[in-house]
């Protein structure tokens, strides 16, 4: 009697996303009596089998970012008097930092290449710019002692941490564009997001340089809404699919030869 060792296989980006079939779904046979009965492993009696050997990390991932966009997107405008960034640490050290970077691991071992780039750059964007809202590491403090060591005044220390904190959006953007070029392949809110996720950090990274323009940072929040928005699109419709309920679609884009 030969017994199939082979385990669980990985899934591909398009198997998570629901484009493809799952390869690890149960197998349904019927019974003598005509009852539906659904084929287990008994490797391990006494615990409770799983068709997956590892999580689909696609709803975790958009999550993460979608909470951090749309937190963002309601502090550049101005969302009922909001204007204290430091609730931005909040999001983006607990959930951006080991929630992202946890998805970008699994993706490894589920052999998506996509994603585990695309969360693991993510992490380390959003979570490394927060850090700049946080006292202990001496980011913000740095800025403002130079000033003062150079006899100026305190405002300039923070005219110049904005200054950098806008080439940070505007370096941060080219990794971001080259996730959007690898997303041809993906879908379409997957495109539209990462697109959008790239002409609001333009925008945020020209509002920073030029010392807060009103009118960029209110378009650059209005792009992060729409970024996050699509992004818990995403994640809800992942979601209910993993539970066979294929009411919102993700929208494939044709793959070409």
């Not at 017994?3 to 980006?13: A, E």
């Not at 052999?111 to 913000?140: E, Q």
């Not at 740095?142 to 060591?149: D, N, S, V």
């Not at 990462?194 to 920073?208: D, E, R, S």
Request: with cysteine; charged share 10%; aromatic share 10%.
């Amino acid at each position: 009697m030969s017994t199939d060792k082979s385990g669980p296989q990985s899934l591909t980006l398009r198997q998570q996303l629901g484009f493809e079939a799952d390869p690890n779904k149960l197998e349904h046979t019927v019974s003598s009596s005509g009852a539906p009965v659904t084929k287990m492993e008994s490797s391990q009696p006494g615990f409770p089998v799983y068709h997956r050997r590892i999580a689909n990390p696609v709803p975790l991932t958009f999550i993460c970012i979608g909470a951090f966009f749309i937190l963002y997107g309601a502090l550049l405008t101005e969302v009922r008097g909001l204007r204290n960034w430091q609730i931005i640490l909040n999001i983006g050290l607990p959930l951006c930092g080991p929630g992202l970077m946890a998805a970008s691991m699994f993706s490894f071992a589920e052999g998506s290449t996509f994603l585990a780039t695309f969360a693991g750059s993510l992490s380390g964007i959003l979570s490394g710019y927060s850090l700049t809202f946080l006292p202990w590491t001496g980011i913000a403090a740095t800025y403002i002692e130079t000033a003062q060591m150079m006899n100026e005044p305190i405002s300039a220390g923070l005219d110049q941490l904005q200054q950098a904190q806008g080439m940070l959006f505007l370096i941060a953007m080219i990794p971001i564009f080259v996730l959007l070029v690898g997303s041809v392949r993906t879908s379409i809110p997957i495109s539209a997001t990462t697109l959008f996720m790239v002409l609001a950090f333009i925008l945020q990274g020209a509002n920073l340089l030029q010392g807060g323009e009103k009118a960029i940072q209110y378009a650059a929040g209005a792009f992060f809404w729409i970024a996050g928005i699509i992004c818990w699109y995403i994640s809800l419709s992942v979601l209910l699919q993993e539970e066979k309920i294929g009411i919102l679609p993700v929208f494939p884009l044709p793959r070409v030869a």
